[in-house]
């Protein structure tokens, strides 16, 4: 039984357990999310989300800075 999953992060294509939640996969990449933003599929995920949102195989995720204008 394969236990992976295939799932992108602005760009890069990762291989990854199944059952991972957003936040756990950005902690093991070790990618710092201070002041990010995030969308799934082209849909924004509200930070407070991340820990509980789990993850699908397929999906493209884009971690972009926010910044705020004027």
Do not use: H
């Not at 996969?25 to 509200?46: N, R």
Request: charged content about 20%.
């Amino acid at each position: 039984m394969n236990n992976l999953m295939s799932i992108e992060l602005n760009g890069v294509k990762y291989r990854v357990e199944k059952n991972l939640t957003l936040l756990v996969f950005l902690s093991q990449q070790q990618i710092e999310t201070k002041g990010c933003a995030l969308a799934i599929d082209q849909q924004i995920v509200p930070r407070n989300e991340w820990q509980q949102r789990g993850l699908s195989d397929g999906e493209s995720i884009s971690l972009f800075q926010a910044i705020a204008g004027g």
